[in-house]
């Protein structure tokens, strides 16, 4: 057996591995950690695909690995950081408190769950569905259809990290909105199941009349980073967005 074709898997591997992690910490609400450990994941995802070409060793079990691996770091992940996020604009007790409201849908010895920031959990389904469809669809070789799992991770994530560095009140008091955040949710449901044709960072070659809207979006995304930092990764799944949306003569 070539030791060669199992690379790529392994490298899936230590992007589940990242994810798991960050799991935990999520669950803990040490959002930046975990946030830390999905980018790491995140990374793993992206060289375990060029790994596989390079290698001339894509199979079909490496696809459906891949999948399962993104569905923990950037499908359970980000769902957990909308729970969490959503519990605190719900102003929802510690868990180890008993309450009986009107938002208490279980309550047994002590341990209350309430209904809201459940909501937050349609991030993973939809996320499940999407990686579904993408493994399905042969279509999407050059373009995505719909928003990539990775992406819709970024945007979530940028959340708590705008929380804790931009240190804007106005930020802060949009983003701890339970209604934003359920419009966020369901807004980002939506685009990863949408058939909205989105461009792929995947460079048949270098030639700027190929790449145009590639180059653009690339220096439009360093400019924004620097101005704008954690709040700019919202405005640059926008700008992917719209950017796709103006060259969509071109993606097929």
């Known amino acids: 057996m070539s030791i060669k ?5 392994v490298v899936t591997l230590l992007n589940l591995f990242s994810g798991c992690i960050a799991v935990i910490f999520a669950v803990h609400n040490n959002f930046i950690v975990a946030a830390f450990f999905v980018f790491l994941g995140i990374f793993f995802d992206f060289f375990d695909g060029l790994l596989a070409r390079k290698l001339n060793v894509q ?6 690995l891949d999948s399962l691996a993104d569905l923990v770091t950037s499908g359970v992940v980000p769902g957990i950081i909308m729970f969490q996020l959503l519990s605190l604009t719900v102003d929802a007790p510690n ?17 209350k769950l309430s209904v809201i920031p459940l909501i937050g959990l349609f ?3 939809a996320s499940a569905l999407r990686l579904a469809k993408f493994n399905l669809d042969e279509d999407q070789q050059t373009y995505f259809k719909g928003l990539p799992v990775p992406a819709n991770t970024l945007l979530i994530l940028s959340l708590p990290l705008i929380l804790e560095y931009q240190n804007s009140d106005l930020m802060n008091t949009i983003i701890i909105n339970k209604w934003f955040l ?7 449901c939506y685009l990863l199941n949408s058939n909205i044709k989105l461009f792929a960072l995947k460079f048949k ?3 700027f009349k190929n790449n145009a809207v590639r180059y653009l979006f690339m220096l439009l995304s360093i400019v924004t980073l620097i101005v704008f930092q954690f709040a ?3 405005l640059i799944i926008i700008l992917y967005i719209i950017l796709s949306i103006l060259d969509r003569k071109n993606i097929n």
């Not at 074709?5 to 898997?9: D, E, K, S, T, V």
């Not at 199979?59 to 459906?64: A, D, E, K």
């Open 205 to 207: 070659d270098w030639s």
């Open 232 to 234: 700019a990764i919202p």
């Open 5 to 9: 074709r199992h690379i790529p898997n």
């Open 95 to 111: 868990y180890s408190d008993y309450s009986d409201t009107w938002n208490s849908v279980f309550h047994w010895q002590g341990f």
């Open 59 to 64: 199979s079909p079990l490496g696809i459906q």
């Open 123 to 125: 991030i993973p389904l």
């Open 182 to 188: 359920i419009a966020l949710t369901l807004l980002s």
